[in-house]
C-alpha cells in the first residue's frame, strides 16, 4: 500500500509579492496594497472579508514579511505585546 502525504500545504507570501508553499501556516495576514497588516482573526480584516472586499489584495505570511507595513489599529497593543514591547495603556 502506498503511503499518503497527510502534512497540509500553505501557500504564503514572500518578501517579492511572489508565492510559495510551505508546511508551516502564516501567522499574519496584511493588505498588500494599504500595507497594513494585523493577526489572522482581526475583526476588522474579517469583517472586510465576509462583506467580499479585500481578498484581492490579501496576503498571509510570517512576521518578516510585514517588516515595512504597520499594523493595524485593532490589532497593534496584541502585537506589540506578541514582541515584547512595554505599553503603557
Do not use: Q
Amino acid at each position: 500500500m502506498a503511503e499518503c502525504d497527510l502534512s497540509k500545504k500553505y501557500r504564503l507570501t514572500d518578501s517579492t509579492g511572489g508565492t510559495y508553499i510551505s508546511e508551516t501556516p502564516g501567522t499574519l495576514g496584511g493588505h498588500a496594497k494599504l500595507r497594513l497588516y494585523g493577526r489572522l482573526d482581526c475583526p476588522s480584516a474579517l469583517g472586510y472579508i465576509t462583506k467580499g472586499h479585500y481578498l484581492k489584495n490579501r496576503v498571509i505570511s510570517t512576521p518578516d514579511l510585514f517588516c515595512e507595513f504597520s499594523p493595524t489599529s485593532l490589532c497593534w497593543a496584541s502585537l506589540a505585546k506578541l514582541v515584547g514591547f512595554n505599553l503603557l495603556l
